[in-house]
């Protein structure tokens, strides 16, 4: 079984500020774990993935994540936020090998705002 | 690469009316998917196919669901008796599907349903 967790629904920071939206995982299976983002009544984009070969991703757009297995944490941050960056985030896990299921298991979402 | 694309992008429908989602996949991507997304929520797994083998189906999906990829092609959601309930932005996302391991999946931009 897999489930996420996203501390804080909504994050509001300045521009210019510093980005970092949480997210707790569980899960039975070697996990893979992604960070999507959604802007307004569109689909979702993908940011960055965990698929085991570096703790460390880096993404689009400047942001990076950094999976902390004794933590079951993979939090998302970007050193600068920009306008342009408002907009819904989701994290989400799914099993690392086929044979235990394809499905993203996803958080309920944080929704970022930048004020200027 | 064109994306995953849906039709439609809105629909609106009386309660008790059938309504039928398309989704056509990235091109040579072996896996496709279907989600749903109520609002405030992150999507949720309905069901998945490996070519036209639908692999596994959530409970989400009740008996009034149907989803079908005859050719290994393109895919479609059949609804019937809509109720309000199944207002929600269903989503369809596709993976290529060749590896042991889960590859990342691309998403559409979605179909929101409106049920009155």
């Known amino acids: 079984a897999q489930s996420v967790t996203q501390l804080g629904s909504h994050v509001s920071v300045s521009e210019g500020a510093l980005v970092l939206l949480r997210c707790n995982y569980s899960?039975?299976?070697?996990?893979?774990l992604f960070w999507y983002v959604q802007y307004p009544n569109q689909g979702l984009q993908l940011l960055l993935k965990?698929?085991?070969?570096?703790?460390l991703v880096k993404g689009i757009n400047g942001f990076e994540a950094e999976f902390k297995k004794s933590e079951t944490s993979f939090h998302l941050t970007k050193p600068s936020a920009h306008m342009s960056d408002a907009a819904e985030y989701f994290c989400?896990?799914?099993?690392?090998?086929?044979?235990?299921?394809?499905?993203?298991?996803f958080g309920a979402g944080t929704i970022l705002r930048v004020k200027s | 690469d064109t994306g995953v694309s849906q039709d439609p992008r809105h629909k609106i429908t009386k309660r008790g009316q059938n309504v039928t989602f398309r989704c056509d996949p990235i091109?040579?991507?072996?896996?496709l998917y279907w989600y749903r997304q109520t609002l405030g929520q992150g999507p949720e797994f309905l069901t998945y196919?490996?070519?036209?083998?639908?692999?596994?189906k959530s409970r989400l999906l009740s008996d009034r669901f149907s989803a079908e990829r005859p050719k290994g092609s393109f895919s479609t959601l059949e609804i019937q008796r809509t109720e309000q309930g199944d207002s929600a932005m269903y989503l369809c996302?596709?993976?290529?599907?060749?590896?042991?391991?889960?590859?990342?999946?691309?998403f559409g931009p979605g179909t929101r349903l409106t049920v009155l």
């Open positions: 996302a596709s993976s290529l599907g060749i590896s042991t391991t889960t590859d990342t999946q691309y």
């Open positions: 899960s039975s299976v070697p996990p893979y």
């Open positions: 965990y698929t085991s070969a570096a703790t």
């Open positions: 989400a896990v799914t099993a690392r090998f086929a044979e235990y299921g394809n499905k993203l298991v």
């Open positions: 091109s040579e991507h072996n896996r």
């Open positions: 196919f490996q070519n036209e083998a639908q692999l596994e």
